[in-house]
């Protein structure tokens, strides 16, 4: 079965960079070095008896892929020690994560209350599948506190939020949230894509649970598809485990390996992130033709600054331009000649994308609106290029 966060190297008084790299390996009697990748859909036993007991729970073991996998289990201890959890469950991507939490926690005829700036496919969940299994959602404006208390029914079982939010970068008092939650016995659901735990650990401030797109940072090179469901035990092997062994959106072991290749160099990648953003952010900031619309929570100007210093270590990678109009965006966007268009972010190599054509294209436009998302948006996901490098090339495209 999965390992424990608290073996060799995952104790919580090492640093994040050596957890993600020593913390519950190495995984097998051969004493190597890198993980090892176990790419078999199902593992063998001694015999039909033994089978039988590794089946019924009464002895531990590998059974099939889609339940467990030790390279798998070896990325899910490393996420948990990262986001001082006990426990994750891996999934094949950030929104199976997100399917199997709603999947596994509500049922027909009870309510979750979901923050208006959630990612596209999230919110288009909310629309479909959820109304489909006569799930009741409320959405609400993200930093609105009284919003979500008067949202709560007697049938809500869940709040559901990303902050900062992709791509508005919004941000909520998670102790705040975190401390309603608990009073009415409410599950917190935190997407911390854009942070990393290198950033920010909701659980640390309350949350019950934290989803993650592993595609993003955490892979960080722009290659594979990931998830992660990081929380208690008790929470995850009840329901969220059982969700996914039958319903089978599960990582691949090939996938699992990548990832924890990326989870070796997360912290120090964020660093040089976070160093590039704020560099960014600041020099198009000064720019008399961007006044009032560069969005940064390091910026001086942006509302939620006090609350970002509260509750993440840095100001992340995600920098924000609103251009006015989709022309404008789409002109800036076709004018850059290093920044590369595409629907992600996370990775080394800065990427650019106009979320109301793409990534939330299919929202309507009441709900782009409500969660913030204009028609000139443009979202900067800055890479570990030299600075100097993504700045030329923003300025150019500016003129
Ligand atoms: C905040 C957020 N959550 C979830 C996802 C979904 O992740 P994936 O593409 O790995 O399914 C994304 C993807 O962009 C995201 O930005």
Known sequence: MKQESGVRGGKRDFG????????????????????????????RFDSAEHAQAVFAGEEEGNVYSRFTNPTVALFETR???????????????????????????????????????????????????LKRLNIGVTRVPLADLTAWESAITPDTRMFFLETPANPTLEMVDLAALTRLGRERGILVVVDNVLCTPCLQRPLDLGADLVVHSATKYMDGQGRVLGGVVVGTRDLLMDKVFPMLRNTGPSLSPFNAWVLLKGLETLSLRMERHCDNAEKVAFHLAARDDLTGRVFYPGLPDHPQRELAIRQMRRFGAIVCLDLGSRENAQRFMNALQLAIITANLGDCRTLVTHPATTTHAKLTEAERQAAGITQGLVRLSIGLEDVKDILDDLDAALE
């Open 79 to 129: 996420v948990a020690a990262l986001e001082n959890a006990e426990h994750a469950v891996a999934t094949a991507s950030g929104m199976a994560a997100v399917t199997l939490v709603f999947l596994s926690f509500l049922s027909a005829g009870e309510h979750v209350v979901i923050s208006r700036s959630v990612f596209g496919s999230t919110t288009n969940i909310a629309n479909t599948l």
């Open 16 to 43: 994040l960079a050596t957890r993600a790299l020593h913390a519950g390996g190495p995984t097998t009697p051969e004493r190597e070095n890198s993980p090892p990748i176990f790419l078999t859909s199902s593992f």
